[in-house]
């Protein structure tokens, strides 16, 4: 169960609070005591009784004033102690801190800047982009690619792909304070799009974030998710014909750049079910759908806004820290096991766990919706899909949720600076 290590933790942070007061809050007590004996000693025997039953009296009350002062003490402390998180576990936080496909991405990026498109996954993505703007410039024949490569619009776009690359490439590091950089690089640009010139740097001051759970068919929670300010939606889940348990309204669409690789073969890359003027925010899953995203970019009249890869690595982390540690707590297996459980070099976040990180970030209040199964639901509100993706860690990012919903836990990786806001999970 995650949840009894982070309670063990934080009660022995309580305890541990207790004893650093506990020899304050001592002394006036066995000063007292200590003044009382030498006394009662130089008193008749009667008078002694008497004074033993006020003695007492007396040990009964301070007792209670003890107790009081040991409250009151103890109150102001917490209250004090409020943004000193329950430990994190050092061992935990050093093994989710290492990237195990690093070096492989590395070499991926690198094959791709150089123009290697070697393996099939990446040929398969390569061609779909020569025949998109093979698409646009002629005619749908893939027979006469070779034309398309010299053609100038082609070498555009190679241009742009290996930039926008190298940058994100050179980004990619961990860097926890991206999580308060969030509003100026995503907000401000869709504000901007919707005409919000002056709003500089103020959050949503509500938003949800709709996951695409079968749990959302059991409620009617449409009115109550359109009610904030801004609605986050996962990967084009769509909402017709389902607006009274999800809601019609979508502030930002976000997906992860397999959507986006998909819709990149119709025309304009078109990737709006919400709209052709919502913004859509996108994580890249692969470095190459870079090609998905230079073509696309541009026929976007709403931003097409790529999560920087420093949020990426943020993300990461933490959620692998809450793999390892329901790994090693449930299964009792050491931590060097939890790579070939998980195929470590695989294992990614969710969408939905980027998205409600992008929430804590750019809104003062965040509710969650369609998150969680159930035996009785779907995977999906919206398809028949039965299993759930195996490079994923659901319940660890469950975990995850319930600690912010519980808002006193330390979430790892995130820095002190960072104020998370309060965070409502509905079932
Ligand atoms: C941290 O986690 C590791 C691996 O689960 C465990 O062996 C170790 O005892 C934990 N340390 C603390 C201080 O809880
Ligand atoms: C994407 O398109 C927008 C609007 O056309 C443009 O301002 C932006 O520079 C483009 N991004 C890249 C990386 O080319």
């Not at 004996?37 to 008078?47: A, H």
């Not at 776009?157 to 969030?182: C, E, H, T």
């Not at 490079?391 to 979430?411: C, K, M, P, T, W």
Request: aromatic share 10%.
């Amino acid at each position: 169960m995650p949840n009894v290590l982070g309670e063990k933790d934080g009660s022995d942070a309580f305890n541990f609070k207790i004893s650093r007061f506990w020899p304050h809050l001592a002394i006036p007590n066995s000063c007292s005591v200590k003044h009382a004996l030498p006394m009662k000693r130089s008193i008749r025997p009667l008078f002694g009784f008497l004074l033993v039953v006020v003695f007492v009296a007396t040990l009964g009350c301070r007792t209670i004033v003890r107790r009081g002062l040991l409250s009151i003490e103890l109150e102001s402390r917490v209250l004090v102690h409020v943004p000193t998180p329950p430990l994190l576990n050092a061992t935990l936080l050093k093994y989710a801190a290492v990237d195990i496909g690093e070096e492989k991405t590395k070499q991926e990026i690198q094959q791709l800047l150089d123009g290697n498109f070697g393996s099939q996954a990446r040929h398969r993505t390569f061609v779909s982009w020569r025949r998109f703007i093979h698409h646009d410039i002629t005619d749908k024949d893939s027979r006469r690619l070779p034309t398309t490569i010299r053609s100038p619009l082609f070498y555009r776009y190679w241009l742009d792909f290996r930039k926008v690359l190298n940058d994100w490439a050179r980004k990619k590091r961990f860097q926890p304070g991206i999580m308060s950089d969030l509003t100026r690089l995503l907000k401000i640009p869709i504000d901007r799009h919707n005409g919000l010139v002056g709003s500089n740097h103020r959050r949503y001051s509500s938003c949800a974030v709709v996951g695409n759970s079968g749990i959302l068919l059991n409620r009617d929670y449409g009115e109550l998710i359109d009610s904030h300010e801004a609605v986050i939606r996962l990967n084009n889940a769509r909402v017709e014909k389902f607006q009274k348990k999800v809601g019609s309204k979508t502030s930002i669409s976000f997906v992860n750049s397999n959507i986006l690789h998909l819709c990149a073969r119709r025309a304009e890359c078109y990737c709006h079910p919400y709209g052709a003027n919502v913004p859509i925010v996108m994580y890249i899953c692969q470095p190459a759908h870079f090609l998905d995203y230079t073509v696309c970019n541009s026929s976007h009249k709403a931003p097409l806004l790529v999560t920087d890869p420093r949020f990426d690595v943020l993300c990461g982390r933490i959620v692998k820290y809450y793999s390892l540690k329901r790994f090693v707590e449930e299964t009792g297996k050491a931590l060097e096991e939890w790579s070939s459980a998980h195929d470590g070099a695989l294992f990614h976040y969710s969408s939905g766990m980027q998205a409600v990180m992008l929430a804590l970030g750019i809104c003062d209040r965040v509710s969650i919706f369609g998150f969680g199964k159930s035996a009785s639901a779907r995977h999906h509100y919206h398809t028949n899909q039965k299993a759930e993706l195996h490079l994923h860690d659901y319940e660890a990012e469950y975990a995850f949720y319930h600690d912010l919903v519980d808002g006193h836990r330390a979430i790892p990786f995130l820095s002190d600076k960072f104020k998370i806001p309060p965070v409502v999970l509905y079932h």
